[in-house]
């Protein structure tokens, strides 16, 4: 398969000067996997006591609970497992380098145009209510021309959505239950219980050929964080628009995992196998199910791609990729394998046999670094602990010299 590098130009690390025209995908083997669950238990449960509705519970998010794979159950379990350290050691400096959640202000030239829209929505001129639910028109064109020039993605094809989680959901509610979904391990845990709560649960299935025309969805939300000549979307592929969705988000580029905004491009090319395009089933969920993202997230978001706010956003990129830089560092002298941290800003350190849940109860007990238990991302997992670059820097350094103090 062709890759053609012509686009997203700006996404690539100011040190590489030019890429190939066209790269060669090698085919690797990856771990592949449908969604499975562990048969729900026979006997009734009963969770609480006092009074209780004739509404059955919906099975299949009762076969998340039952399924050990299940990584959500993991993100809240390291959650308690952080409350239960700090109950223990209430004067610790825990530090949390777990879930990847963005540390750092927002740059000003993005905060100064929402608070811009915000005041203006106090004045008649200003007021907006309701928004397209697809975006606002000025920001989808930005998105088309910043990250798809010359890929021949166009406005229309870019639905603005309140973050790339939201949007895994609502493409979820496009395909139904009646699809097979292949997931990669490990995963990105939205992913992997969208799938069960859709009910798109069933035996494992090891061969995801791709000659049989699937839909691939393409998650570009760490796309600004590649270090490597790999694409920066999947639209640099020929032939990607005809097989594949993209979702992407500002989360990780200027700070918005609590702003919320993202975006997911539904070519038109994309057609079903009766030829119905699988643009007009997703406006039709995003036009059900959203009323559009915030007009002030829209208004930062339309800043974050002005000459200075794309400036800003590769800052901010940079910086954490130094953090990634001294935690791959840190592990590499240690004498562990380090994977990762290349093209994303997580850390995957690996404990050959080991238990994930072990490591990461020995780190944080010893160290008071809360980190991920690889194995909460899916079998593949297991053996590692992830370790996230989102912090600020003197807790990077920190973590990084407890690590130290503990393998050394
Ligand atoms: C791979 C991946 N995709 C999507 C998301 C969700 O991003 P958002 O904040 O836009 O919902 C995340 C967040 O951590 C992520 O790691």
Known sequence: MSISSSSSAFLAPPHISSRQEYVRLQAKSIGVCRCIARPEEEKTVVYCKGYQTKVSRNANLSKLQAGYLFPEVC?????????????????????????????????????SAMAKRTYGLSTLEGYSGYGPGQGEMPLRAAIASTFYRDLGIEEDDIFVSDGAKCDISRLQVVFG??????????????????SVIMGQTGKFQKDVERKNGSIIVFDSA??????????????????AKEVAIETASFSKYA???????????????????????????????????????????????????????????????????????????TF????????????????????????????????????????????????????????SAFGHRGNILEACKRFKQLYN
Request: glycine share 10%; with cysteine; charged share 15%.
């Open 222 to 239: 760490y796309a600004m964080y590649m270090s490597d000549d790999n694409p920066r979307s999947i639209f640099e592929i020929v032939g």
């Open 332 to 387: 590499t002298s240690l004498g562990f394998n380090v994977y990762g941290g290349k093209n994303a800003p997580y850390v995957w350190v690996h404990f050959p046999g080991q238990s994930s849940w072990d490591v990461f109860g020995e780190i944080l007990e010893k160290t008071h670094v809360v980190t991920t238990p690889g194995s909460g991302f899916g079998p593949g997992g297991e053996g590692f602990i992830r370790v």
């Open 75 to 111: 993100i809240c379990h390291v959650a308690r497992k952080k409350a239960a350290h700090l109950l223990k050691y209430p004067d610790a400096h825990v530090i949390s380098l777990g879930i990847g959640d963005t540390t750092e202000p927002i740059p000003e030239v993005i905060t």
């Open 177 to 194: 239950s009646n699809v097979t979904m292949a997931i990669q391990d490990p995963s990105y845990p939205a992913y992997v219980d969208s």
């Open 255 to 329: 700070g918005f995992t609590g702003v919320r905004l993202g975006w997911t491009v539904v070519p038109k090319e994309l057609l079903f196998s009766d030829g119905f395009p699988v643009a007009r089933d997703f406006n039709r969920i995003v036009c059900t199910c959203f009323n559009g993202a915030s007009n002030i997230s829209q208004a930062g978001g339309f800043a974050c791609l002005s000459p200075e706010g794309l400036q800003a956003m590769h800052q901010v990129v940079s910086f954490y990729k130094e953090n990634t830089d001294i935690i791959v560092k």
